[in-house]
């Protein structure tokens, strides 16, 4: 009989084990990491080079990078351009760009704190919320023409900005044209995720933390993920 017990117990901790891989492994599913883009505004006209550093696979990149390698995972890319104060890069070509863009296949968890956004509230809600998170009017507009129409696809839509997760997967470097290192005086980085909801979803609200005021060389980035 004890014997019994004990193959009991066994069986009962791994199928434990079974359902919290298959929950873990579901939360940490590769997700599309969709258009984030980086503004850059020195003070003054400068040569920067940006490297991205990221834990996935670039899909899509503009203007292309530099160089870009990958490995066990991570992917590195860099791009060198001429940036201007009011947010014009040029590449080596002549080329410009209003800012750099790329996506990206990642393991993202699923935010448990956010909204319940109806397809109505789409426009209003972003441009309130982005405001707080510090975007600029143009900024908002960029990633409102962009995100608006995939939360209207829904009748209602859960929408979290805690970026957290991200942010440990994609990090940026960015240097001079003499190599040396620039770290930017204000770096506000917004990342949203999506997914289908309905009017009984009930989460936990997030709270938004503003950033502080832009001051000094300042880098922007925003991007988002829809989870299936």
Same mark, same amino acid.
């Given at each position: 009989?004890?014997?019994?017990?004990?193959?009991?117990?066994?069986?009962?901790?791994?199928?434990?084990?079974?359902?919290?891989?298959?929950?873990?492994?579901?939360?940490?599913? &590769?997700?599309?990491?969709?258009?984030?883009?980086?503004?850059?505004?020195?003070?003054?006209?400068?040569?920067?080079?940006?490297?991205?550093?990221?834990?996935?696979?670039?899909?899509?990149?503009?203007?292309?990078?530099?160089?870009?390698?990958?490995?066990?995972?991570?992917? !590195?890319?860099?791009?060198?351009? &001429?940036?201007?104060? &009011? +947010?014009?890069?040029?590449?080596?070509?002549?080329?410009?760009?209003?800012?750099?863009?790329?996506?990206?296949?990642?393991?993202?968890?699923?935010?448990?704190?956010?909204?319940?956004?109806?397809?109505?509230?789409?426009?209003?809600?972003?441009?309130?919320?982005?405001?707080?998170?510090?975007?600029?009017?143009?900024?908002?507009? &960029?990633?409102?023409?962009?995100?608006?129409?995939?939360?209207?696809?829904?009748?209602?839509?859960?929408?979290?900005?805690?970026?957290?997760?991200?942010?440990?997967?994609?990090?940026? +470097?960015?240097?001079?044209?003499?190599?040396?290192?620039?770290?930017?005086?204000?770096?506000? !980085?917004?990342?949203?995720?999506?997914?289908?909801?309905?009017?009984?979803?009930?989460?936990?609200?997030?709270?938004?933390?503003?950033?502080?005021?832009?001051?000094?060389?300042?880098?922007?980035?925003?991007? +988002?993920?829809?989870?299936?």
């Amino acid at each position: 009989m004890k014997r019994i017990l004990q193959i009991l117990l066994v069986v009962v901790a791994l199928c434990a084990a079974v359902v919290l891989f298959l929950e873990v492994s579901h939360a940490m599913e &590769d997700q599309r990491a969709y258009k984030p883009v980086l503004y850059l505004y020195p003070e003054q006209e400068q040569a920067v080079t940006v490297t991205l550093d990221l834990e996935g696979t670039l899909d899509t990149v503009y203007p292309a990078p530099d160089q870009a390698t990958s490995a066990d995972g991570r992917t !590195r890319a860099s791009w060198t351009v &001429d940036a201007a104060p &009011d +947010g014009t890069l040029t590449d080596a070509s002549g080329r410009e760009y209003p800012s750099l863009f790329w996506d990206a296949t990642m393991a993202l968890p699923e935010p448990d704190s956010g909204f319940v956004v109806s397809r109505d509230e789409a426009v209003p809600f972003l441009e309130d919320k982005l405001a707080q998170l510090g975007l600029s009017d143009r900024e908002a507009a &960029d990633f409102i023409a962009f995100w608006a129409p995939r939360i209207r696809s829904h009748e209602y839509t859960f929408v979290s900005f805690d970026a957290s997760a991200y942010t440990q997967r994609a990090s940026y +470097g960015f240097t001079d044209a003499s190599g040396e290192q620039i770290v930017p005086d204000t770096f506000i !980085r917004v990342f949203m995720t999506i997914r289908e909801a309905d009017a009984s979803t009930v989460v936990r609200p997030q709270t938004l933390t503003p950033p502080p005021p832009r001051a000094g060389f300042t880098a922007v980035e925003w991007g +988002g993920t829809e989870q299936l």
